[in-house]
Nanobody, 117 residues
Framework: QVELVESGGGLVQAGGSLRLSCVAS????????LGWYRQAPGNQRELVAL???????KYGDSVKGRFIVSSNSAKNTVYLQMNSLKPEDTAVYYC???????????WGQGTQVTVSS
């Protein structure tokens, strides 16, 4: 079992920025990715962005050009820099340790991001 701990959520005005962090209890294997997903009330959980152990990134269509995912392998940490935030970005953001470019069974507890208009 891998523990994932997110931080950095909060309340921000539209157009503002936030940076989320997720620390994993172990480093990624070559086959792993660390990803960010979000879920708003009444919606399904969706991909925001992920980064593989080899540095490949993947973004959800709604955040391309605004969000940047990065990682620090020495700290077992993945970051999500969120810029030009919109009210529709409001959701609980979850960290996931996945395989390939898909999700795995290990999820963080989530961090709330609220964007006011």
């Amino acid at each position: 079992q891998v523990e994932l701990v997110e931080s950095g959520g909060g309340l921000v005005q539209a157009g503002g920025s936030l940076r989320l962090s997720c620390v994993a209890s172990r480093r990624m294997f070559t086959s792993n990715n660390l990803g960010w997903y979000r879920q708003a009330p009444g919606n399904q959980r969706e991909l925001v962005a992920l980064i593989t152990a080899t540095g490949t990134t993947k973004y959800g269509d709604s955040v391309k050009g605004r969000f940047i995912v990065s990682s620090n392998s020495a700290k077992n940490t993945v970051y999500l820099q969120m810029n030009s935030l919109k009210p529709e970005d409001t959701a609980v953001y979850y960290c996931n340790l996945g395989v390939g470019v898909t999700t795995g069974r290990n999820w963080g507890q989530g961090t709330q991001v609220t964007v006011s208009s």
